[in-house]
């Protein structure tokens, strides 16, 4: 079994960073794509950030050429560099992760998510 732990996120004032990280343990054959998604209050979760094994990067409109993600394979990580931060990035924060299993096919796995607050 696989789990995905989130962490850094907390209160932040609008314009401030943040950086979150998720960690990939358990028993992991190989991860593909690993991803940032948001849920604030009364909206649907959507797609902030995502990366592939190879590195190609997709970022949606709203947080392209604020937020940065990256991966540490050797570590099974991924991260969120999250700066110029405005109050409708408020949110609960979760990541993904599309575990490789031989001979069958991808699962995909999330953690259990980082609030994020961007507040004065």
């Known amino acids: 079994q696989v789990h995905l732990v989130e962490s850094g996120g907390g209160l932040v004032q609008p314009g401030g960073s943040l950086r979150l990280s998720c960690a990939a343990s358990g028993s992991i054959f190989s991860i593909d794509s690993m991803g940032w998604y948001r849920q604030a209050p009364g909206k649907q979760r959507e797609l902030v950030a995502a990366i592939t094994s190879g590195g190609s990067t997709y970022y949606s409109d709203s947080v392209k050429g604020r937020f940065t993600i990256s991966r540490d394979n050797a570590k099974n990580t991924v991260y969120l560099q999250m700066n110029s931060l405005k109050p409708e990035d408020t949110a609960v924060y979760y990541c993904?992760?599309?575990?490789?299993?031989?001979?069958?096919?991808?699962?995909?796995?999330w953690g259990q998510g980082t609030q994020v607050t961007v507040s004065s």
């Open positions: 993904n992760a599309d575990l490789a299993r031989p001979l069958r096919p991808p699962l995909l796995t």
